[in-house]
């Protein structure tokens, strides 16, 4: 086919949404591929507790997009979108630099959510989901490490699965280079009365049993309500202190200005789409990943943003872009969570619950090493 006979389809963003969207498209001989993404390396967010205990590299956890999209016949644009005009199909980078689009696949994940209720959150912490950030905490971490002082402290804000997972596998890593909770205490500060708050009861005993067993300090029921150079102080009142400190209680859509008044987006600046994904009122746009409001067809829940998640939509975007461009019915949502595995430190522990089986030990961690290949896969 010409080539500008050939749909312009481009995605922004090369997470996990986008460059499995890649994927499942890069042979397609309709279209003519373009990925645009502010960074030159796709991030594997879901194993980064791994480079910041050192276990994992930097290569383990990042795979280059020039590479990729080289090999692929992909165009990689390496640049910030700032702005999107849905009505003309174009998007605009930080260069000033337009770019047109027949189809348009918003990707572009989440940030690392810092309420401005918290006194000082901006100036003394750092977005876990930038690499330059993983460095600096991976740094800090191997110093500490080095130290050989007693009475060192890593604390970790927020007791979801982000955080147990850096919580364990840094105290795991304590443990394994023959130290101990008086070199170095790992604490775990919840606000809510249990750690992985809203899962299933498996999987919170579990949890607490592998912090107890790696001797974190899990902290419940307080919020950290200021932050100072070298310490937090608590909703009591109470102030710990810290030589690292990591702030993992959520994240909020990467969203892109569009003064559009017809965009229509939630509190957690996600944006809502249709049944297929599609923004309304733009039938030439979709949004996949972390970045949209998303329903479980199962459950009728909001879907929980995971790398599963992402991919799954990923797939059946993939199948329904090329619908559209065929002019056939699409595909509506048919994405439910398949369940969830956390990995809880060491070599042979990580947990899971999936459909509806829990699981331990080796075969949950067996498991999640699968998932990491089949995704990294692609890239070699
Ligand atoms: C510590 C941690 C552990 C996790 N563990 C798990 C797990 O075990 N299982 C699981 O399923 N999920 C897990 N997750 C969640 C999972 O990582 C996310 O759901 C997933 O990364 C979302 O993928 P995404 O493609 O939507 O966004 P991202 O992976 O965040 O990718 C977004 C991409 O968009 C690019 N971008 C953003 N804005 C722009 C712009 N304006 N212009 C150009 N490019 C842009 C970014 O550079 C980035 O490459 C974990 C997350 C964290 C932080």
Redesign the pocket.
Known sequence: MEANLKKRVMI?????????LLHKLKNEIGIELIL????Q?????????KYISGYYSKDDITFN?EKYCKENSIEFIC????NINYKDNYVI??ENILYHYDYLII??????MFPSQIENVIEYTKD??KIDNLDFYRNKFQKILDSHDTNRSVLVVGGG???L??ACEIAYTIKSKGLNKDNIQVTLIEGMDTILPGMDSFLIEKSIQRCAELDIKVINNLFASKILEDSVILSNGDEISYDMLLF?IG?IG?N?ISHDENIQENPRNQLIVDDYYKVKPYDNVFA?????QAIDSNTNDFQ????????MQ?ELTAKNILKDINGDTLISNNISNKG????LGGPNCAIGRVLNINLSGKIALWL?KL?YSLHTKKFN
């Open positions: 922004i963003g090369g997470g996990y949404a986008g460059v499995s645009v993404d502010k960074s390396t796709h991030l594997l967010q879901t194993h980064l507790h997009h640049e910030e979108i700032s980078s930080r990707a572009t994940g989440s940030v690392s876990i989901k699965v982000s955080g997972q850096i993992v994240a990467n892109i996949i990943g972390d970045i949209v929980a943003p995971t790398a599963q998640a992402s991919r990923a969830i595995l956390i990995d999640k998932i």
